[in-house]
């Protein structure tokens, strides 16, 4: 738990510079974000965001590590629900689409 409280105390300390080496202009970010432009300035100084909102920021500046991190989640949702038999086979399906007239 030590590491993890250091690793994100280490991401609060230099949030500013991911940001700054990022891609993306900050306007762009506090728009995705959704706060107000003097609330992120004031919370980027004194490096008060909050977790919520440090993961709103990462998940911008880093969209790779997002959709890698999303499609990771979803494989293991989907391998997990194979493993519990909630799946259909081509041949179920087909017929369900059929029967709901969509093909």
Do not use: C, W
């Not at 994100?8 to 762009?28: A, G, L, M, T």
């Not at 709103?56 to 293991?76: D, G, Q, V, Y």
């Not at 629900?81 to 086979?89: L, V």
């Amino acid at each position: 738990m030590i590491q993890e409280i250091i690793a994100y105390k280490n991401i609060v300390d230099n949030i500013e510079d991911f940001i700054s080496k990022s891609p993306f202009k900050k306007n762009y970010i506090i728009e995705k974000i959704g706060i107000p432009s003097p609330t992120f300035y004031r919370k980027l100084k004194s490096q008060t965001f909050t977790p919520d909102e440090l993961l709103s920021i990462a998940k911008i500046i880093s969209p790779e590590e997002n959709f890698r991190l999303h499609l990771k989640a979803e494989i293991e949702n989907a391998q997990r629900e194979y493993d519990e038999g909630n799946f259909m086979t081509h041949e179920e399906m087909l017929l369900d689409l059929k029967r709901k007239s969509i093909i």
